[in-house]
């Protein structure tokens, strides 16, 4: 039975890309390799993430406490964006208002956010690309043979490819919307 990859998966297939053996879990005390590979696993799956995709962008409302009248903020949050033209940040454990100075909102905002996911939790192949770049990372930064480096770097140009191909088939594109497109149409 073919299942998608797991955490365990991934850090075993970075430190493939530099000769070490793999892991049977990750839950128990580990070696420096694993716990490096964990971390740059973590790091690449959020700068890609960063980026926004429709797995992740989500329009929510966000509520105030209320005793404090304050929005706590959500840890999964990348960044957030407000639908009503209003700044707004992260400022300790709170969001902030920049357009008016203030912690305190009177009512609910809806906002677009773009959320971190777990990886276990990403579609296979972000997975997959996540994984891929995170083991060229790797082994860049601590072995650096540049036979190997080839190999990686291709697996990573055909992961990109799949995540490009995912990207076109789950978002409800329209040639009409692109910038570039209307004034040409105009024209004619």
Known sequence: MLVTQTELDAVNHILSAI?????TTLEEDMDIDVVNA???LSNVSRDIQRKGWDFNKVTRTLSPRMD???IPWDRTIISLHSTDGSTYVKRGEWLYDMTRGSYEFDKPITVEIVEGIDYDDLPDAFKTYVTAKAAVDFHARYFGDASISEDLQMGLTLAYQDIVQYDMEMGSLNMLQVAAVPPV???S
Do not use: D, K, Q
């Open 19 to 23: 000769g070490s053996a793999p892991v």
């Open 38 to 40: 964990r971390r740059i």
């Open 68 to 70: 404090n009248h304050r």
């Open 185 to 187: 149409l105009e024209r």
